[in-house]
């Protein structure tokens, strides 16, 4: 089983960049797929989730209105689109898998798959 991030780099306040989140070697059709970010020093937290079958979304409240998750089944990947991005967004996103009848998707220890992360830095 692989999740595989890509897509993070430097752009500045205001820009848009979109992570990709290549999942592999299971049937993910009952799990949920989740963003988290972590900034150095800080813990990991919740930035969105999506459940793979149905496409029902959760946003944290700091990134909702300019971030979106969106998933493809033909190509096994999810997305997160930032748009607006402002430099407290800058950390390493990690995308997670679940089982999608998780209680308390919002919590990073419910996630049983990680990806690597992939760092995005936001410039003023």
């Known amino acids: 089983v692989q999740l595989q991030a890509s897509g993070g780099g430097l752009v500045q306040a205001g820009g848009s960049l979109r992570l990709s989140c290549a999942a592999s070697g299971r049937t993910w059709s009952n799990y949920l797929m989740g963003w988290f970010r972590q900034a150095p020093g800080k813990e990991r937290e919740f930035v969105g989730n999506?459940?793979?079958?149905?496409?029902?979304?959760d946003y944290a409240d700091s990134v909702k209105g300019r971030f979106s998750i969106s998933r493809s089944s033909a190509k096994n990947t999810v997305y997160l689109q930032m748009d607006s991005l402002k430099p407290e967004d800058t950390a390493v996103y990690y995308c997670?898998?679940?089982?999608?009848?998780?209680?308390?998707?919002?919590?990073?220890?419910?996630?049983?798959?990680w990806g690597q992360g992939t760092l995005v830095t936001v410039s003023s």
């Open positions: 997670g898998a679940a089982f999608a009848t998780t209680w308390g998707p919002r919590d990073p220890s419910k996630y049983e798959y």
């Open positions: 999506i459940v793979w079958t149905g496409g029902i979304t």
